[in-house]
């Protein structure tokens, strides 16, 4: 579980203790039932990564709803956004191993994570992680009820495939760009776990691929 779980949850535990000494049990009620859902709400369970050359996985749990290629000044890319609801599991975790070449917070707006607008005009953070010849980016996007997103490692940084990276708290989204030769494997409609569900793959020389 994420700390923030326990310091939520304990502390409405502490208030629903006091609820019930000072007034009566159907407000101590609605206090546990509060830190049941912060204690739930902050879980982080353990997930099994993909193992291959060139697999790229996704950066958080929730549903794809999105999957087109666009134009850079840097060339041709693909983007997959996936929206995170407040039932989902919102840590996030890093699509590819590498080092962190760019991490970047964004001030912005809150509006809807399903607007198509939100991946520009919200509140974000910017990573770029670079390794094993090809660079992938993934946006931390916050929502209308996102408030807060967090990010633990810094640029220089090396790390693997799947490992947490941070969270964001409440409803969000996740972008992520990948180059224009990936090959999918998702689709809009399809839902996804981060660490565990491959986005996409780079193609191999001799087309070896796990």
Not at 71 to 88: A, M, N
Not at 115 to 128: D, G, L, R
Not at 135 to 143: C, D, L, N, S
Request: some cysteine; proline content about 6%; overall charge positive.
């Amino acid at each position: 579980m994420v700390r923030d779980g326990y310091f939520y949850g304990v502390g409405l535990l502490a208030a629903a203790a006091l609820l019930l000494w000072l007034t009566s049990w159907p407000l101590a009620l609605v206090a546990v039932l509060l830190a049941a859902f912060f204690l739930w709400f902050f879980r982080d369970p353990e997930r099994v990564v993909p193992v291959g050359p060139g697999l790229i996985v996704s950066p958080g749990d929730g549903l794809v709803t999105e999957a087109v290629r666009f134009e850079t000044t840097d060339g041709p890319r693909q983007r997959i956004s996936i929206f995170l609801s407040v039932f989902d599991v919102h840590v996030n975790r890093s699509p590819i191993a590498g080092t962190i070449t760019v991490a970047r917070y964004q001030k912005g707006k809150y509006l809807n994570a399903m607007n198509p607008a939100s991946a520009s005009e919200n509140e974000q953070n910017i990573v770029t992680v670079c390794g094993e010849g090809f660079e992938v980016t993934f946006k931390q996007i916050a929502g209308l009820l996102a408030r807060r997103i967090v990010f633990v490692p810094v640029v220089g940084s090396t790390i693997a495939r799947g490992e947490r990276v941070g969270l964001i708290k409440f409803g969000s989204r996740v972008d992520v760009i990948l180059p224009a030769e990936a090959e999918l494997r998702v689709r809009p409609g399809v839902r996804v776990k981060g660490g565990a569900s491959v986005l996409a793959a780079m193609p191999v020389a001799g087309g070896a691929r796990a």
